[in-house]
């Protein structure tokens, strides 16, 4: 019974061994391969001529077959220990027998070629592509793959048929091809800070290029080889809608400034008129009244107070409108008009502090500046339950910087301003509009029960 197993045993190709009790009780060695002849390692533990960090895994496999817990033929790789302490690669098949009449495992090991391990490599990989690809499809996802290395010595060696219609080329004519000359961008994985998703483009077979997002990832297909996977999604669709809304946006901007500046000149007009004519009738009417107060009955004083209070507020009213003071004088001594008009007619004090060279700007971004300032000061009087606001002007050779600040109660800001119209407040948003009309930079920051400020940076060249 011994000899026939022996003999079916040697029959296979191979290193044939049997052991029990965790030791080789028979074996056949390659002489020439291993260094090792068959007295040698009689007797020694099975895992002798295993490399040290297969060890822990090999004793699983067969002590799991020993224990019944593996009743077929179990299969693997692993590194066989030469006895000049190479390693070499090879693949085993062992399974529970019984030897001698006690239980025992027995087993062929085979030397792994490099043809072997080549094919092993290819299909394997191209196994986890498949996986991988079959994923991606799923998702409407171009899928590549470009071996380890350098931005110069990245080249594919997967693509799938959606990175076929994304380029028009061929995947055995992708195959090979650097990622430089697929992409726009430069595509860098291994660098710290690199975006795991942004947008790039693929070049096409005859010219023109083909709008993505990237998504970067490493993956390791195999022990010995690890490559770069980039999954890619078509945002054609995705940047046409952006253009059309950018247009969109930039139609509405131009439509929001020509309301503004007609909404100026209508008030300039106003302001004009009601100067010109309505105060000037008021004048009149008040100076004759004055003149006759002496011949007329008790009480008729008090129509001539009437007519005085009337006629601050249609000034104040008209200054709002448009003051004479920004056309005549610029934009600070107007700014200290508006704090001291503030006090006198709301009661909350404003400071106002104006610093570096005072000097005119263009008509349109002193107005600009001006409004910021008047409806920042409005906010602050209506809604922020302050006892005291600063307005800081600074004449800055590069930049001229605006700044309103509250102790106030606060509020939030949402991310953008836009999202207030729907809720009726249109505050906010015109001063982000007449900002962006003069090139300025516009930052409002705000913390409940901290209060807020307003910062508006205007840049010289843009505003000279």
Not at 156 to 178: P, Q, T, V, W
Not at 252 to 256: D, I, K, S, V
Not at 316 to 328: A, E, I, S, V, Y
């Given at each position: 019974?011994?000899?026939?197993?022996?003999?079916?045993?040697?029959?296979?190709?191979?290193?044939?061994?049997?052991?029990?009790?965790?030791?080789?009780?028979?074996?056949?060695?390659?002489?020439?391969?291993?260094?090792?002849?068959?007295?040698?390692?009689?007797?020694?533990?099975?895992?002798?001529?295993?490399?040290?960090?297969?060890?822990?895994e090999?004793?699983?496999?067969?002590?799991?077959?020993?224990?019944?817990?593996?009743?077929?033929?179990?299969?693997?790789?692993?590194?066989?220990?030469?006895?000049?302490?190479?390693?070499?690669?090879?693949?085993?098949?062992?399974?529970?027998?019984?030897?001698?009449d006690?239980?025992?495992?027995?087993?062929?090991?085979?030397?792994?070629?490099?043809?072997?391990?080549?094919?092993?490599?290819?299909?394997?990989?191209?196994?986890?592509?498949?996986?991988?690809s079959?994923?991606?499809?799923?998702?409407?996802?171009?899928?590549?793959?470009?071996?380890?290395?350098?931005?110069?010595?990245?080249?594919?060696?997967?693509?799938?048929?959606?990175?076929?219609?994304?380029?028009?080329?061929?995947?055995?004519?992708?195959?090979?091809?650097?990622?430089k000359?697929?992409?726009?961008?430069?595509?860098?994985?291994?660098?710290?800070?690199?975006?795991?998703?942004?947008?790039?483009?693929?070049?096409?077979?005859?010219?023109?290029t083909?709008?993505?997002?990237?998504?970067?990832?490493?993956?390791?297909?195999?022990?010995?080889?690890?490559?770069?996977?980039?999954?890619?999604?078509?945002?054609?669709?995705?940047?046409?809608?952006?253009?059309?809304?950018?247009?969109?946006?930039?139609s509405?901007?131009?439509?929001?400034r020509?309301?503004?500046?007609?909404?100026?000149?209508?008030?300039?007009?106003?302001?004009?008129?009601?100067?010109?004519?309505?105060?000037?009738?008021?004048?009149?009417?008040?100076?004759?009244?004055?003149?006759?107060?002496?011949?007329?009955?008790?009480?008729?004083?008090d129509?001539?107070?009437?007519?005085?209070?009337?006629?601050?507020?249609?000034r104040?009213?008209?200054?709002?409108?448009?003051?004479?003071?920004?056309?005549?004088m610029?934009?600070?001594?107007?700014?200290?008009?508006?704090?001291?008009?503030?006090?006198?007619?709301?009661?909350?004090?404003?400071?106002?502090?104006?610093?570096?060279?005072?000097?005119?700007?263009?008509?349109?971004?002193?107005?600009?500046?001006?409004?910021i300032?008047?409806?920042a000061?409005?906010?602050?009087?209506?809604?922020?339950?302050?006892?005291?606001?600063?307005?800081?002007?600074?004449?800055?050779?590069?930049?001229?910087?605006?700044?309103?600040?509250?102790?106030?109660?606060?509020?939030?800001?949402?991310?953008?301003?836009?999202s207030?119209?729907?809720?009726?407040?249109?505050?906010?948003?015109?001063?982000?509009?007449?900002?962006?009309?003069?090139?300025?930079?516009?930052?409002?920051?705000?913390?409940?029960?901290?209060?807020?400020?307003?910062?508006?940076?205007?840049?010289?060249?843009?505003?000279?």
């Open positions: 019974m011994k000899a026939e197993f022996l003999r079916s045993l040697e029959e296979m190709r191979g290193v044939h061994f049997v052991f029990q009790d965790e030791k080789l009780v028979y074996s056949r060695f390659d002489t020439a391969s291993s260094g090792y002849a068959t007295r040698d390692v009689i007797g020694l533990p099975f895992t002798y001529a295993i490399a040290p960090e297969c060890r822990e090999v004793l699983k496999i067969n002590r799991d077959l020993l224990k019944g817990r593996d009743k077929s033929i179990a299969y693997y790789n692993t590194l066989a220990l030469a006895k000049d302490g190479s390693r070499v690669p090879v693949r085993c098949a062992v399974w529970a027998t019984m030897y001698q006690k239980p025992a495992v027995a087993g062929v090991m085979a030397r792994i070629t490099d043809e072997d391990q080549a094919a092993s490599l290819a299909r394997e990989t191209t196994s986890d592509y498949r996986l991988l079959k994923s991606a499809s799923k998702a409407g996802e171009g899928i590549i793959a470009f071996e380890k290395g350098n931005q110069e010595q990245l080249s594919c060696i997967y693509a799938n048929e959606e990175i076929e219609r994304l380029s028009g080329h061929f995947a055995d004519d992708i195959l090979g091809m650097k990622i000359d697929l992409f726009s961008n430069e595509i860098i994985c291994e660098q710290p800070g690199t975006p795991l998703r942004y947008e790039s483009e693929v070049f096409k077979k005859g010219g023109g083909t709008p993505v997002e990237i998504c970067l990832g490493m993956a390791t297909l195999h022990p010995k080889r690890q490559v770069t996977i980039v999954y890619v999604r078509d945002i054609t669709e995705r940047k046409r809608w952006e253009a059309a809304n950018l247009k969109l946006q930039q509405l901007r131009f439509y929001a020509q309301v503004i500046k007609a909404q100026e000149k209508e008030r300039k007009r106003l302001s004009r008129d009601l100067h010109d004519s309505t105060i000037q009738s008021l004048i009149s009417i008040y100076n004759r009244l004055q003149d006759i107060n002496g011949r007329c009955p008790e009480g008729f004083g129509l001539c107070e009437v007519i005085e209070n009337a006629l601050i507020d249609l104040t009213f008209t200054w709002n409108l448009r003051p004479p003071l920004l056309d005549d610029g934009l600070a001594p107007t700014l200290r008009w508006l704090t001291a008009n503030t006090l006198r007619s709301s009661g909350l004090k404003v400071e106002v502090c104006i610093t570096g060279r005072e000097r005119r700007l263009p008509d349109n971004v002193e107005l600009s500046v001006f409004r300032a008047q409806e000061i409005n906010n602050v009087h209506r809604h922020a339950k302050a006892s005291v606001a600063k307005v800081s002007l600074d004449f800055g050779e590069e930049w001229i910087t605006l700044s309103i600040r509250d102790n106030g109660c606060g509020f939030k800001v949402p991310a953008r301003l836009t207030l119209a729907n809720k009726g407040k249109l505050g906010l948003i015109g001063m982000n509009e007449r900002s962006m009309d003069i090139g300025a930079d516009i930052h409002i920051r705000s913390q409940k029960g901290k209060g807020s400020i307003v910062l508006v940076a205007i840049p010289m060249s843009g505003s000279a």
